[in-house]
């Protein structure tokens, strides 16, 4: 009966290293407390609009997504501003590309978000209908000019260049179009211009129907538009796997601009998987002319974002925000 009990205490010790063992393995370390094996990938779901602002996010995921180590990038594409800020609140992206002011406007008003990347600059240009008489900000006056979103950089921008004619946001009718629908809006004669980010300008042209009044560029150069918002939960659970991408975002950015140089063909054969653009309309956004929009320099700086926002409260776009929380530079390079 001795030797059964001994026999049972054994057994016991045995179950328990062994037990131990598996559940030790399941934190990732051994049973001296030292790791065992890789904690997994997480994945960070990014919402997006098939646009040239969101580039620099996309092409990340085409050349480097495979190669990180603590974060998996999953692109959804949106068609509206609105389905793509819906899903942010309802926590079913954990970030998204969106405007500036916008992002700023949705962190107003409770979403606890940050903005860890500028996704671009640039990018946007007044389109007017090619027969059409309007040469100034003054000929705008009275006009329908539509922008992506009642917020937006681009309306902000908007008034900024009607300011240059004495007049402002309210000297206009601004609606808010879809992107993909302005340059029918323009064809079919609803509206009298637009201020949309590329492809819409460029395939205004392509169509026929329009002409570029003004690019943004030469409105207020430098400007950012688009930035890269994320919950802070997601910050907070996996600041590595945060700073990996971002640090890809930027090589990217850098990677499309150089791309101009050899014609923007792998950029556009890249961006292809993503969304629905004919590579040539890419091109022709990217080289006519190379700083139509550029994805250089994509760390974000509080001064950048200080000027958007400060255009957008005097616009009367958004209320004035605390940026110092918003804008999270910690994960940029540079």
């Not at 045995?14 to 393995?25: D, E, W």
């Not at 207020?220 to 919950?231: K, L, N, Q």
């Not at 000027?307 to 918003?326: C, E, N, R, Y």
Request: with cysteine; hydrophobic share 40%.
């Amino acid at each position: 009966m001795g030797n059964k009990k001994r026999s049972s205490k054994n057994m016991d010790r045995r179950q328990f290293l062994k037990t131990g063992a598996i559940g030790c393995a399941a934190l990732g370390l051994s049973s001296l407390g030292f790791p065992l094996i890789a904690a997994g990938k997480t994945t960070l779901k990014m919402g997006y609009i098939p646009i040239l602002d969101h580039f620099a996010m996309l092409i990340s995921h085409a050349r480097d997504n495979s190669s990180f180590k603590a974060i998996d990038i999953e692109p959804v594409q949106f068609k509206s501003w609105d389905a793509l800020s819906g899903a942010l609140k309802a926590n079913v992206v954990g970030g998204a590309m969106i405007l500036s002011n916008f992002g700023m406007d949705l962190f107003n008003n409770g979403l606890d978000i940050r903005t860890v990347a500028v996704g671009h600059r640039h990018g946007s240009g007044i389109t007017v209908r090619a027969d059409s008489s309007i040469n100034s900000p003054a000929d705008l006056k009275g006009k329908t000019v539509a922008v992506p979103y009642r917020v937006s950089t681009q309306a902000a921008i908007l008034d900024k260049y009607l300011k240059g004619g004495g007049l402002s946001l309210k000297d206009v009718t601004v609606i808010a179009v879809p992107p993909p629908n302005m340059p029918e809006s323009l064809k079919a004669g609803s509206i009298d211009a637009f201020l949309g980010p590329e492809p819409a300008g460029e395939r205004a042209i392509q169509m026929g129907v329009g002409k570029i009044l003004k690019l943004s560029k030469d409105i207020m150069p430098g400007h950012i538009c688009c930035t890269a918002v994320v919950h802070k939960q997601q910050l907070t659970s996996n600041p590595e796997g945060i700073r990996e991408w971002v640090h890809s975002m930027q090589r990217s950015g850098k990677f499309i601009d150089e791309d101009k140089g050899r014609g923007s063909i792998e950029v556009a054969t890249l961006a292809r998987k993503y969304v629905q653009i004919d590579e040539r309309v890419i091109v022709n956004v990217m080289q006519r002319p190379t700083n139509r929009i550029t994805y250089s320099g994509l760390a974000p700086k509080l001064a950048d974002f200080q000027a958007i926002h400060d255009m957008s409260v005097s616009a009367g776009l958004i209320q004035k925000t605390d940026l110092k929380t918003f804008v999270d530079e910690s994960f940029a390079k540079g």
